[in-house]
């Protein structure tokens, strides 16, 4: 069982280190493996020992990203099990959790090419989005609701990837309250 709470111990520390590194580079690229090891205090090899590259770190940390909103999502929606999720709450929980997550996902979605990332959030938001459907005047052709809520899903997360990206000087709190504004428009 030592081994096992070493590695991981390990892990952490590297990837405590990766997130340090990403908030003063802003860029993987810029991130070397020497520099990581040196932040982590260990040895190049043992680096590689846990991961194939820095690529490998942060897919690993954006993966734990999307699972704890994935997590959230569930929480959110156990209330909901014998009717469909109120859009308003559901949206209102999302912006939650990402506002009290606000500095790991600025780092990542600041970072030069979140698009990996961006895709993962954006497959959760649809499918989620597909459960609560019912709220939200979509058609009921198929292949336009399919349309129609991956274009809402999409803008929704390109709305806030845009603002941990420093695009808007309005508060999360704003783009959360617009964002329901729209969607409650589009309910009608």
């Known amino acids: 069982m030592k081994p096992y709470r070493n590695a991981e111990r390990t892990k952490k520390w590297i990837r405590r280190a990766f997130t340090e590194l990403m908030a003063e580079k ?4 810029k991130i070397s493996v020497t520099e990581l090891a040196e932040r982590a205090d260990i040895s190049k090899t043992t680096f590689y020992y846990h991961y194939e590259d820095i690529y490998a770190v942060a897919e690993e940390f954006e993966n734990e990203l999307i ?3 994935s997590d959230a ?3 959110i929606g156990k209330g909901a099990a014998a009717q ?3 859009i308003e709450e559901y949206t209102h929980g999302i912006f939650s959790f990402l506002n009290a997550n606000e500095e790991s996902y600025r780092m ?3 970072a030069s090419s979140p ?3 961006v895709d993962k959030l954006k497959k959760i938001i649809v499918r989620k989005t597909e459960e609560s459907a019912a709220f939200l005047p979509f058609s009921n052709n198929p292949e336009e609701r399919q349309v129609q809520i991956y274009f809402l899903s999409s803008a929704c997360v390109d709305v806030v990837v ?6 808007f000087s309005a508060s999360f ?6 964002i329901l504004e729209a969607i409650n428009k589009l309910k009608g």
């Open 26 to 29: 802003k860029d993987i690229e």
């Open 67 to 69: 699972d704890a909103l």
């Open 108 to 110: 990542v979605m600041g």
């Open 73 to 75: 999502l569930k929480e």
């Open 162 to 167: 845009e603002y941990f990206r420093g695009g």
């Open 173 to 178: 709190e704003t783009v959360t309250d617009v």
């Open 84 to 86: 469909p999720l109120n």
């Open 115 to 117: 698009r990996l990332f």
